[in-house]
């Protein structure tokens, strides 16, 4: 079992930046080998995938709306997963969660979920 817990979302202006963390415990050697996908859901919409990272934190992926201003990266060192966020516009206000998931394969479902940070952004 890995469990992930999720900080740094916040309330900032369009424009402005944050940085989410995504801190896993548990089966830390689980962790170290997946894949950890951030994903959002906004009020009324359906949960969205951001982007992802593999096990060595090489060749991120991301969803064309965030190209350019998301960044994911890891540490697996210290056992946690980011993503940088910046340029934020209002359209990203939603609750972030980060997840981890062994099948590294595109569209595979994911192991497990954090409880979710809420990102709102101010225009």
């Known amino acids: 079992q890995v469990q992930l817990v999720e900080s740094g979302g916040g309330l900032v202006q369009a424009g402005g930046s944050l940085r989410l963390s995504c801190v896993a415990s548990?089966?830390?050697?689980?962790?170290?080998?997946?894949?950890v996908g951030w994903f959002r859901q906004a009020p009324g919409k359906d949960r969205e995938l951001v982007g992802s990272?593999?096990?060595?934190?090489?060749?991120?992926e991301y969803v064309d709306s965030v190209k350019g201003r998301f960044t994911i990266s890891r540490e697996n060192g210290q056992n946690t997963a980011y993503l940088q966020m910046n340029n934020l516009k209002p359209e990203d206000t939603a609750i972030y969660y980060c997840?981890?998931?062994?099948?590294?394969?595109?569209?595979?479902?994911?192991?497990?979920w954090g409880q979710g940070t809420q990102v709102t952004v101010s225009s």
């Open positions: 997840a981890s998931g062994r099948d590294f394969r595109p569209g595979a479902p994911f192991d497990y």
């Open positions: 548990g089966s830390i050697s689980t962790f170290r080998v997946s894949r």
């Open positions: 990272i593999n096990w060595s934190g090489t060749t991120p």
